[in-house]
């Protein structure tokens, strides 16, 4: 097997880290699927499931007598349902659909809930080795210090890969099939093939944002011609790729003529003007993507609205690190219907149950106060399905998805996550879309298929062996965080 990265170690670093590099083999964009690691499941000997070995095996993957939130509006939902996938597509949803036993691989889907995966689409993915780290931390100082001047400068390639790859296993196994990736750490080509080829082999669904780095060596921002041309020359895959920008016309004018969207940090304390700048100069296109957007005025909102723009809400990050009140009710008052995302694990937790229930809790909390100082002729409040929706097809919108994903809809690529509804936690089933957002959490993920192929089956991660890329997952931390001189604190 041919060794991902070449790594010159210090005396004592990385063999057991350049052993598990030797085996995996890179994909090349749109090569042959090479393996990360053997096709068994995480843990409890899946490779031996009869029925996951038919899932496999089968073009027709038939989920049968489930609860079917399409959130597709000309669809609907269904109290009880079938979806029937062929060849990595959704091609039918309705009741009692009705196949041959041996024309497709039959499961059981009563008491689940089927729902489109969840999209995050705001994620620095290679901060997947740095989770819990600032488990106190604001943006500033701490997170600005601590991350993006200490401990990213000093990741090796080999630590970009391997923090990717956890949080790509990790999402998946939360139910999330789909992210935008902001790099944010591109020192080097080579970083930025890393965090790409982990994408890759995770098999998660992603919109890899081309981001700074830091040194002598790095190539931001035209590399991306060459990332372009390496890895995005296919449409029909499941990478797609976008520049980061900073508000820097020259940067916005790259991404127009290389073609790609541009994902958008929008937090300070007035980013109205340069953002207004962009317009005036015709550099703002549909399909741009502005996250968090604290610190811009209702002139700048229309701007974002009128151009096309989506919006990207982190409210449990914004809320925890100080960025800001998260900026919920600002899209929704302009006309915009948010999507969401985690931004990184440094401190809060990434997965979309969190991400959803604090979008849920904060528009209501905010509304009510208004109404109980007497407030009249107010928005209305969010309402369970408005936030899964946020969550799934809004997500697809703003990462530009839409006519792949979101919505369990015939035609659409099958990325579908089952929940467990007959848990003592969540059970009896009274409202599906109030359990998903309100009750619910990752230990309910039972199943999750990206453009169908099962990626987690049962419980278990299927293709990931769980100890080898916890094992390179910890020596990749231990050795930016010795690299960068910084004291982690276990029981702080």
Known sequence: MKQLFAMTPSSGEGTSRRGFLRSSAA??????????????????????DAELARLQGQRRILLKGGVVLTLDRQIGDFAQADVLIEDGKIREVRPNIAVADDAAAVIDASNRILIPGFIDTHNHSYQGLLRSILANGLLNPDYNRDVQNTLTPAYAA??????????????????????VDISQ??????????????????GIRAVFSYHRGAGSA?????????????????????????????LNANIFALAREVGVPVVQHLV?????????????????????????????????????????????????????????????????DHGLRPSLSSDHGVTIAQDFFTVMRSTFTLQRLLLLQRARKGEQNLPPLVTCRDVLEFATIEGARCANLEGKVGTLSPGKEADIVVLKADRLDVWPLNNAPGVVVNLMNPSHVDSVFIAG?????????????????IRLVAEARDAVVRRAGYQTNLLG
């Not at 962009?278 to 741009?288: E, H, K, N, Q, V």
Request: aromatic share 4%; charged share 20%.
């Open 158 to 179: 080999a630590d970009a890969y391997a923090g990717v790859l956890a949080t790509a296993l990790g999402m998946i196994d939360m139910g999330t099939t789909a992210i």
């Open 27 to 48: 994909l090349a964009a749109g090569g042959a699927a090479a393996q990360l690691v053997p096709e068994t499941a995480m843990s409890q000997g899946a490779g031996a």
């Open 218 to 246: 790095a190539q931001y921002p035209q590399d991306i011609r060459r990332l372009q041309r390496t890895y995005f020359s296919s449409k029909d895959q499941l990478l797609t790729l976008a520049l980061t920008a900073n």
């Open 453 to 469: 192929k099962v990626k987690k089956w049962r419980g278990n991660l299927v293709g990931v062996d769980g100890p080898r890329v």
């Open 268 to 332: 300070g304390d007035d980013l109205s003007p340069p953002l207004i700048e962009l317009g005036r100069a015709g550099l703002l296109r549909p399909g741009d993507e502005y996250i968090h957007c604290l610190g811009v005025n209702d002139a700048a909102w229309r701007l974002i609205k009128d151009s096309g723009g989506h919006v990207s809400i982190c409210a449990p990050i914004d809320m925890a690190m100080g960025h800001g009140m998260p900026a919920i009710q600002d899209a929704l």
């Open 185 to 202: 750490v591109s020192h080097t080509p080579e970083h930025s093939d890393a965090c790409i080829r982990a994408l890759q082999e995770a």
